[in-house]
């Protein structure tokens, strides 16, 4: 069964839907440079773990809304068995429900899946995947203590296009401190080779917490370099636009009609659920963040207690304030009417000042009543962002 994902904008909008992210927090193996919420060695806890999450979707209140975008994440959510993802999948259409033409996304990396699995993917309903590239060097790759080759990466793109995905995203990691800009070259010309239609670029940053953070700390592995790192961000813009790819956010590319409904709806401050161990929500200026343990949240389900773990309500003024950040981030900017419209005059009247001296700065740019970035502040949108707020 392959759902079409319907009409999709890579434009901040005022109206981005609502989204569900379903957090798997496994992997067969972590990542030199990982902070996110997962771990390894715990195969014992995978089926009681959809178990729980499938109770606690059923425990949700979605609000009477149903989803236009759906997003596992993790975590590498195909290290669960396809029956496992179609189960939580089915959860989450039976409780939320689904719009028609709802983006489906499943986070993949390349040793955990193959055709067969994807066909299982698309059939119980997923349409689009994202697969951790990160680079296809083999050097690099073992420096990241990633645990696939290049080829197994440009297989896991090959397999999923075979088995019907018209939506594929490749991740890539720029500037770790063993890549050279030849390695980076190599990274993007193959990537844009194997056909993804939608390519995500970041800037590999150094966590605190990581094996990679205690190796720059203790001298053994030199530190990233923003230079750099500057530098192969203008390099991905330019191979990846003379390839068609339309840069949408500062760090996401899309070929026309293929940007991320999901990504678009975080970027526009959308509302969303949050469900599994660390996933955090969004509803109307509430946000949450659930329990980070697997075993604890499976713990918290079983013994019927709320696996929300913390909740904070926002004011309006920082409420605008982070979706101008966020709005910022797409190419497209912020419809300045419809920011009024949703968050009320305030917040851009008393920033007149400092807008009016980025403006003048060459550092965003007003036309037709949308507020953006300009081109060549990109790469140095947080210090602009931060100006603001
Ligand atoms: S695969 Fe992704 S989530 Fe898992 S350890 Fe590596 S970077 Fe982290």
């Known amino acids: 069964m392959i759902t079409q994902v319907g009409d999709r904008t890579s434009r901040w909008t005022a109206d981005p839907g609502f989204g569900v992210y379903l957090h798997i927090p496994f992997c067969r193996h972590r990542c030199h440079y990982c902070d996110f919420n997962t771990y390894e060695g715990q195969e014992g806890l995978h089926l ?3 178990d729980a999450l499938i109770t606690d979707i059923g425990n949700c209140d979605p609000g009477g809304r149903r989803a236009t975008s759906i997003f596992f994440g993790g975590g590498t959510p195909t290290l669960l068995p396809a029956s496992g993802l179609a189960r939580i999948l089915r959860a989450v259409a039976h409780n939320v429900g689904l719009d028609p033409g ?3 996304t499943v986070e ?4 955990t899946v193959d055709e067969a699995k994807f066909d299982a993917l698309l059939e119980a309903g997923f349409n689009r995947v994202s697969i951790g590239i990160q680079s296809l060097v083999p050097e690099v790759l073992t420096r990241l203590g990633r645990t696939h080759s290049p080829e197994r990466a440009l297989e ?9 995905f018209e939506e594929v995203n490749a991740d890539l990691m720029y500037g770790s401190p063993w890549e050279s800009t030849s390695d980076w070259m190599t990274s993007l010309e193959g990537v844009v080779a194997a056909g993804p239609d939608h390519i995500s670029a970041y800037a590999l940053t150094v966590e ?13 592995a030199p530190d990233v370099d923003p230079d750099i790192q500057a530098e192969r961000h203008e390099l991905a813009s330019e191979v990846l636009s003379a390839a068609a790819y339309e840069r949408y956010e ?10 991320s409904r999901h990504n678009v709806l975080y970027w526009s401050a959308g509302d969303y659920l949050g469900l599994g161990a660390g996933a955090h929500g969004h509803r109307s200026g509430r946000r949450y963040w659930n329990e980070k343990l697997p075993r604890e949240f499976v713990s918290r389900v079983s013994a019927q207690r709320s696996t929300e773990s913390g909740s904070e309500l926002l004011d309006a003024g920082t409420r605008a304030g982070e979706a101008m950040m966020l709005g910022l981030r797409l190419a497209s900017g912020v419809q300045l009417d419809e920011f009024t419209r949703r968050y009320g005059p305030e917040w851009l009247d008393g920033r007149a000042a400092v807008l009016a001296q980025l403006e ?3 550092f965003l740019e007003r036309s037709e009543g949308w507020l953006r970035l300009s081109a060549g502040s990109t790469l140095v949108a947080n210090d602009v962002l931060c100006r603001l707020l």
């Open 250 to 259: 500062v760090s996401n590319w899309a070929l026309p009609g293929h940007a």
């Open 360 to 362: 003048a700065g060459g």
């Open 156 to 164: 896991a793109v090959g397999a999923a296009r075979r088995a019907g």
């Open 102 to 104: 709802a983006e489906v």
């Open 108 to 111: 993949a990396n390349p040793e």
């Open 48 to 50: 009681a773990y959809v």
């Open 208 to 220: 605190e917490g990581t094996p990679l953070h205690t190796l720059v700390a203790s001298g053994r």
